[in-house]
Structure formats: C-alpha cells, structure tokens
C-alpha cells in the first residue's frame, strides 16, 4: 500500500537560517518531493532574525546543496527546483508580536500549517505562547495547526514538566509533536515490526530468555565549536532521556492493542514510567561518567575536552555516559538494561544488543565447547549502516564436536534502495498527515526525566572529575567495569563494520 500524500500545508520554520534547515530538514523535504508525498501545495515559511528576502533564504540554501552536489549527494535537481520556489521567507525577533503579526497576514485562517521550532530550547515556550495568543494555533473548518519541537525538552524533570505546563496550557496534546530524530530512522520504525510480526523472536522476548540488553549510541566525532552548549548539556541530558530511552521503550514495550499512535504511546509511557528511580546510594554504583582527555583522533591531535574553546576549564561535565537501569514489569524483571554513549570514541555506532541467555550446557558438559560456547545475540544496528545480525553457533567441519560463532547478517541497503536520507523525511510525513506514532507525549517525557534525576542529582553534588579516556578508544575504564562486574562485556563498537571492510563491502 502506498503512502498518500500530504494536505495542502504552509510549514513555518523558526530558525530557518539554520544548520537543521539546511542539513536535514529541507534536504528530507527534496526527498519527499520526489516521491510525490508533498506537492505544490506544500509551502515553507521560513522566519529569522537575520535582514533579508525570500530570495536570501533562497540563495543560503543553494549555496549549501551545491555543497551537497560537490560530496556527491544529488538533492539539488527538479524537485528542488519545484520546492525552491515555494519557499519564502521574512526576517523578525521571536520575542515580539510583529513577526507573528506578519505570519498571521501571510497564512490567513483557514491555511494549514505546521510550526517547526528550530529554535534555542530558551524560545520554545515563548514562541508557543506568542503563537496562541495571535490565535495562530486555532484549529477552524477542518484546518489544522501543529507544533513540532525539537530536543532537548527540558534539562531536568523540574524544568519538562514546567515546560509542559507552559506549553500544554496553550495547546492540546493532540497539536504537539515532540521529536527525536533517533525514531526516523528506519531500522527503529523496523524495530516493532520485526518483533510483533515475527513468533520466533517475540516468543523469546522476556527475561525467561534474555539475560542482558546493551544499547549504544557512540560518536567518533568531538565536541568541536559546541563547546558552550556542551558544557551547559553533557553526554547524559543530550542522549539518555531522549534518544536511548526512545529505543529502549520500543525494545521493552508491550504489544499494543493496535497500531493507532496513542496505543503505541501508551506502551511506550508504561515502559518509562517502569524504569526503577533510584535512591542516591544506588544511582552512585548504577551510573559512571567520563570525559576524553587530549590525543589523536582520526589522525588529528585533539585538545582534552577541558582544553576545547567555550569549555570551562575547571568542567566537571561529562563526555561520556554509562548507566545499568532495570524495566520493572512482569517480562523484564531482573534483566539489566546498560545503556552507553559518548564522544570521541572509536567508532560512530548506534545499535541495539539483546544477549539470549546461555544453553543449558548439559550435552556439551564433558567437551570443550562447555567453557567457549557464547550466548546467541541480535544486534540491531541502527546507524550508519542500518540492519540486523543474528550472532548463532554452529559445528566446525571436522570428526570432534566444536563450534564456531557465525553471524545471519541483514543490511537495508542491500536488500532495498533508501537512497540519500535524512531521518527526518517519515517525521515531517507524519507531522503534515497528524500520526503522532513516532513523537513523545508529555507523560513520557516526564518519566524518561524522572529516571536519570538520580544520576544529575548526585553528580551536580560531586566534586570530582569525569574519568579520563584516551580518544578512539572505547571509553573510560569505569564503563567496563560497570558491567563487567556483573561477568559481561560490551559488544564492539563497530564490529560489523569492520566485518565488512575484511569483505570488501
């Protein structure tokens, strides 16, 4: 069955002179042009604070997909063409009514739009209120007006729930798409399917048989110019309650009564208000963070992170995060759940890793397989090369019983054509069509906040450093033995793709 497309919509981009626009979010619009889910009736209005006219906005974004071209990218073709000349634009300060005024005059009532806040989370709350109080987000004869915004929703549970409030108290839920662009990737909309369609692998999906669930999202790159953000944000408020709480939820859920948005929600709320809180004494030994002191990287001599412009040299703020959280339900109880990420690492890796508990080693218990035997695994990769391995042992040729690890690989690119995306093209589908599915709503967000409070509370308190780890490598020492105390190991950062490079793939 195939998409249909859009209605007609006016998409109102706050922020429209920046890096998101450009990067990934009119690059996504090309693409869905060119499947023919927008049409000539999707318009952009871009709004910022710098002086200029459409043609301005025009012309920034030229300039930056020939950039594109040049990496040999091919977003700059007819559909842009198409799109480019339905993009406007008008330059004014988010904190004064006359730009909403102006948006106003342009969209007139009964025009569908969509408010994308592009925007510093600071303005998040006050363009909202500006927006409702000029009756922009009044939804009349059919017409409707959605809210998109970005992460990160709140730096804390105090400050979520307050911005909920503020946000809720001008608009329904039903108007409020909260994204993380994690859940436009395709391997983690697969997730539920490869799981709810498949008996094999939903059968096997509790902790009758899984032992451990690993998941990763590891950067190679630094923090480079975001030094003053980075340092008022870290590893932790940046990826946890967001990113890797979003894959969580989808891994742990409960099979919905259907595939409507809010059953899907639901499910995924009830995981996250699962996550057990810990007291400060359990957070201490539950959590570990580090921060990547000065050496080479990808043959670059990186400064320590302490060392990096707008960083405070005195920071105590984290590069690195690793957390052991537990779901709390019937199907998950007592299997840990590590959790990971950073930057600077030895690989760019974002993937999913579920460790089936051993066999029960009675037929081999007289051999050598009994003490090399390894677990089955799945991995689920979900960046920069989406796909799945199932990770099985098998007999090696020959007269003695002995096994060997093999892995059953499935790679997207190999079997379908996903073209040059972006990740945000099912996200701004669904945010013009209103299928809510792959955005977070308000009690979710909350109990993702409420679930690594423990940890900001106790490191705000601690004096101390984050431990030091060396560029390219995997991390700090206290990651390992974060979960190497409990007799396990993190699975390699990147070793699929090494897999493949020894192939020739």
């Not at 090309?30 to 009736?41: F, K, P, S, Y």
């Not at 911005?163 to 993380?180: F, K, P, S």
């Not at 057990?276 to 320590?304: C, D, F, Q, S, W």
């Not at 009994?370 to 695994?377: E, K, S, V």
Request: aromatic content about 10%.
């Amino acid at each position: 069955m195939h998409a249909a497309p859009t209605p007609p919509v006016t998409l109102v981009i706050f922020g429209a002179t920046g890096d998101l626009t450009r990067r990934l979010l009119v690059p996504a619009i090309i693409n869905l042009t060119r499947q023919r889910l927008v049409g000539e009736d999707l318009h952009i209005l871009g709004i910022g604070i710098e002086q200029g006219d459409d043609e301005f906005l025009r012309g920034r974004l030229d300039a930056f997909l020939n950039h594109l071209n040049g990496e040999e990218q091919t977003f700059k073709d007819e559909a842009w063409e198409s799109l480019r000349r339905r993009i406007s634009y008008t330059s004014g300060d988010f904190t004064k009514d006359d730009i909403f005024l102006e948006i106003g005059r342009r969209l007139g009532p009964d025009a569908n739009a969509a408010f994308y806040l592009a925007v510093p989370p600071s303005f998040f709350g006050s363009i909202v209120e500006k927006l409702a109080a000029h009756g922009l987000t009044d939804e009349k004869d059919g017409t409707f007006r959605r809210v998109a915004i970005e992460k990160p929703f709140g730096t804390d549970l105090a400050s979520a729930r307050a911005l909920n409030a503020q946000i809720l108290a001008q608009i329904g839920e039903n108007q409020i798409y909260r994204l993380d662009h994690f859940l436009g990737k395709e391997t983690v909309q697969n997730l539920m399917t490869a799981r709810f369609a498949n008996m094999i692998i939903e059968s096997l999906w509790n902790s009758r048989y899984i032992d451990h669930v690993q998941i990763t999202a590891a950067e190679i790159v630094d923090v480079g110019s975001r030094g003053k953000f980075y340092d008022a944000t870290g590893a932790l408020r940046d990826m946890v309650p967001n990113h890797l709480f979003q894959l969580l939820a989808m891994i742990a859920m409960e099979p919905p009564n259907s595939f409507d948005a809010e059953a899907i929600r639901n499910e995924k709320s009830k995981v996250l208000k699962a996550l057990r809180i810990y007291t400060p004494e359990e957070a201490k030994t539950h959590g570990v963070r580090g921060a990547y002191r000065a050496g080479p990287l990808n043959g670059v001599e990186l400064p320590a992170y302490r060392g990096t412009k707008d960083v405070s040299p005195d920071s105590r703020t984290e590069t690195y995060v690793a957390l052991k959280l537990y779901a709390d339900t019937w199907r998950w109880a007592g299997v840990p759940f590590y959790l990971r990420t950073g930057k600077a690492l030895t690989a760019r890796d974002t993937e999913i890793v579920i460790t089936f508990q051993p066999v029960p080693f009675a037929q081999f218990r007289e051999t050598e397989v009994n003490r090399r035997l390894p677990p089955n695994r799945l991995v689920i990769q979900v960046q920069p090369d989406e796909g799945m391995s199932m990770e099985i042992s098998i007999k090696s040729p020959g007269l003695s019983v002995d096994t060997t690890p093999v892995s059953l690989d499935f790679r997207y690119a190999d079997k379908f054509d996903i073209g040059k995306t972006t990740g945000y093209e099912s996200l701004l589908y669904d945010l013009f069509i209103g299928d809510q599915t792959l955005f977070q709503r308000a009690d979710g967000i909350e109990a993702g906040w409420a679930a690594v409070q423990p940890f900001l509370d106790i490191w705000s308190k601690d004096p101390s450093t984050p431990e030091a780890y060396a560029p390219g490598s995997m991390g700090p020492a206290c990651g390992d033995e974060l979960i190497e105390r409990d007799g396990r190991k993190w699975h390699e950062l990147g070793v699929i793709l090494h897999r493949e490079a020894k192939n020739g793939k």
